[in-house]
Nanobody, 123 residues
Framework: QLQLVESGGGLVQPGGSLRLSCAAS????????IAWFSQAPGKEREGVLC???????YFATSVKGRFTISRDNAKTTVYLQMNSLKPEDTAVYYC?????????????????WGQGTQVTVSS
């Protein structure tokens, strides 16, 4: 059974950076598409970006040029590098996995989820 654990969230000033990690246990992520979703207070969860064998997919145009996603060589951890953070990036960030070679922007298509990590951007 695949389990995901996020870490790296916290409080950061506008313009700052954070790197979130999504660590897998139980199996490697070779055959999974891994996505990051965010859920701001009072809003629905939405896709941010995703990495798969097909490449990288951005679901949120607002993060292009600021956020990147990568995977370690052991394929057990996926990272979300968040630069030039803005107050509107404040949310709980979740990583999710689906056993397919391509990404989806629909959270219902992901079977495995982490517990989430809070990111707060504020001065």
């Amino acid at each position: 059974q695949l389990q995901l654990v996020e870490s790296g969230g916290g409080l950061v000033q506008p313009g700052g950076s954070l790197r979130l990690s999504c660590a897998a246990s139980g199996r490697t992520l070779d055959y999974y598409a891994i996505a990051w979703f965010s859920q701001a207070p009072g809003k629905e969860r939405e896709g941010v970006l995703c990495i798969s064998s097909d490449g990288i997919t951005y679901f949120a145009t607002s993060v292009k040029g600021r956020f990147t996603i990568s995977r370690d060589n052991a394929k057990t951890t996926v990272y979300l590098q968040m630069n030039s953070l803005k107050p509107e990036d404040t949310a709980v960030y979740y990583c999710a996995a689906r056993p397919y070679y391509y990404c989806s922007g629909y959270d219902r298509e992901y079977a495995y989820w982490g517990q989430g990590t809070q990111v707060t951007v504020s001065s």
